[in-house]
């Protein structure tokens, strides 16, 4: 095993138990499917005061201090409905339901006007914004959406946006034939095969979403590379069989090795058939994204 493999495994391993790892290599810990068991979207009027514990609630907030968790705490019931559009947010308020500062609740309104979520306005207040307004291409809004009420439309979205991008991006990739990144691209192929040998759904986790957002950075096109959060998000929100990148196999693992060749050899259609074949590993892809007409 490389080195590197070594090094990311460690990562992703010391994300898991909620740190950060030397080699961390995303904004994000490592966000797990999610399963029967997983902590809801609270009620702002819930009458269990626990759940305005920020500090009990770990889940989606690991590694983010007070002041991100609230911003987290919030996000999450704002994109639910909880706090629906106009809804008046009083600081006071939040702070003694939440039991945080008056500083930690400026501050996190202001992340979260930041992101379209709520606007701030001398003698009317801060209130919810409508969705129109949200930056939902923002990777904590698609996070929070990808595990609340829209989850199906988010990771629908995701997908069509995905099927947009990664292709064009693998076609332009093969155009910019640096050394340096053709190995760093081979390197995450390397340890997604060691990850998937030894079941380590994490690492592969990590590597592949350094695979994609590698590919869109180096694509040319800084437009597409301002993109390379969604895909990242996206990856990191998976918890259905959309795309070939949603858990390990051997189809997957061989399909990035073809667009590893492709760009290689600087065959920009054979990486972009390449990229689309990765993302039709799973039949339920082509009843979300149909694949191209051929014409």
């Known amino acids: ?160 946006l995905r099927w947009t991008i990664e292709p064009l991006a693998a076609r332009l990739a093969a155009g910019h034939g640096r050394e340096d990144v053709q190995q760093r691209l081979a390197d995450m192929v390397e340890i997604m095969g060691h990850a998937m040998a030894q079941g380590d759904a994490l690492t592969f986790s990590r590597a592949d979403a350094e695979f994609h957002s590698l590919l869109i950075q180096v694509a040319g096109n800084r437009m597409l590379e301002h993109l390379s959060g969604i895909v990242s998000a996206a990856l990191q929100v998976s918890g259905s069989p959309v795309t070939g990148c949603d858990r390990p196999n051997e189809a997957s693992l061989a399909h990035h090795a073809r667009i590893v060749d492709a760009l290689a050899a600087g065959d920009g259609t054979a990486a972009e058939t390449a990229m689309r074949q990765l993302l039709t590993v799973h039949p339920d892809v082509e009843r979300v994204v149909p694949a191209p007409r051929e014409h």
């Open 1 to 160: 095993m490389s080195t590197l493999a070594h090094t990311m495994m460690t990562a992703a391993r010391s994300a898991d138990s909620g740190l950060a790892g030397p080699g961390e290599l995303d904004r994000y810990p490592y966000v797990e499917a999610p399963t029967a068991g997983r902590v809801g979207i609270p009620s702002w009027d819930s009458a269990d005061p626990e759940l305005g514990r920020v500090g009990r609630r770990a889940a989606g907030s690991r590694g983010r201090g007070l002041h991100g968790q609230l911003v987290q705490q919030l996000g999450q019931m704002i994109v639910s409905g909880d706090l629906g559009a106009d809804r008046p947010l009083v600081p006071e308020e939040i702070g003694q339901r939440f039991e945080v500062s008056r500083t930690v609740v400026r501050e996190s309104l202001r992340v979260l006007e930041a992101k379209g979520l709520v606007s701030a306005r001398p003698n009317v207040g801060t209130r919810v914004r409508p969705v129109s307004d949200w930056n939902l291409l923002d990777p904590d809004i698609i996070e929070w959406r990808a595990f609340g009420p829209q989850r199906e439309d988010q990771r629908r979205e995701l997908s069509e």
